[in-house]
Structure formats: structure tokens, C-alpha cells
């Protein structure tokens, strides 16, 4: 099981950049998918970004499409989400996953995720 700690979260005004950062341990990282998920206050997980193992797929909400963008770096064993343009309703706990099979291309739902981080706060206001 690949252990995550993200980083990065904070509280910035619309329009502002974050970068958030996922760490992982384990050896195994680069076999695995990665994704961000966000929970707000009163509402259910819902899904941001994933990449595939090797980073050649990426997938977004459409929500931060051409906002957000998804990378990894296997060499330093951590995912990012570059988040640009932030919009009021992108305050929320925002959490790194690894997908739980091997070598898959990435998924937008959150059952095919099995080792999630503890969550970063990104709080954004006007």
C-alpha cells in the first residue's frame, strides 16, 4: 500500500495560484494512477484530476478544466495539481489517492482508489 502526505494548501484570494504536492512512500509509486478528490463543507467527495502511471493520460472535472492541471514526478515520488484561476467554490479539503490495481490508466471515481492522504485545506476568498 503506497502511504501519501500532501502539501501545499492554503488561503488565497480568487483568482490566485496554488500548487499543491502529494508525497508518496513505497516503492512502487510509478505503477500507480494518481488522483485528486475535494470535499467541501456539507458535500460529497467529488473528483478533480487523475493521471495514469506512466503520466501519458490525464483527466479533469469539468469544473477545472483548463484551470488545474495534473503531473507527477516518479522520480521524486509525488503528484502535483497546479491550480490556477481559483474560483470561490474551489474552497475545499483537497486529497491525493493511488489507485488500488497496478499499472491502470486512471479513474474519475473514487472506488478505484485505495491509499488516500490525509487532506490539504485550500481556502479561497474574494
Known amino acids: 500500500q503506497v502511504q501519501l502526505v500532501e502539501s501545499g494548501g492554503g488561503s488565497v484570494q480568487a483568482g490566485d495560484s496554488l500548487r499543491l504536492s502529494c508525497a508518496a512512500s513505497?516503492?512502487?509509486?510509478?505503477?500507480?494512477?494518481m488522483g485528486w478528490f475535494r470535499q467541501a463543507p456539507g458535500k460529497e467527495r467529488e473528483f478533480v484530476a487523475a493521471i495514469s502511471w506512466i503520466g501519458a493520460n490525464r483527466y479533469y472535472a469539468d469544473s477545472v478544466k483548463g484551470r488545474f492541471t495534473i503531473s507527477r514526478d516518479n522520480a521524486k515520488n509525488t503528484v502535483y495539481l497546479q491550480m490556477n484561476s481559483l474560483k470561490l467554490e474551489d474552497t475545499a479539503v483537497y486529497y491525493c489517492?493511488?489507485?488500488?490495481?497496478?499499472?491502470?490508466?486512471?479513474?474519475?471515481?473514487?472506488?478505484?482508489?485505495?491509499?488516500w492522504g490525509q487532506g490539504t485545506q485550500v481556502t479561497v476568498s474574494s
Open positions: 489517492a493511488a489507485a488500488k490495481d497496478l499499472y491502470s490508466s486512471g479513474s474519475s471515481s473514487y472506488t478505484d482508489f485505495g491509499s
Open positions: 513505497g516503492r512502487t509509486f510509478s505503477r500507480y494512477a
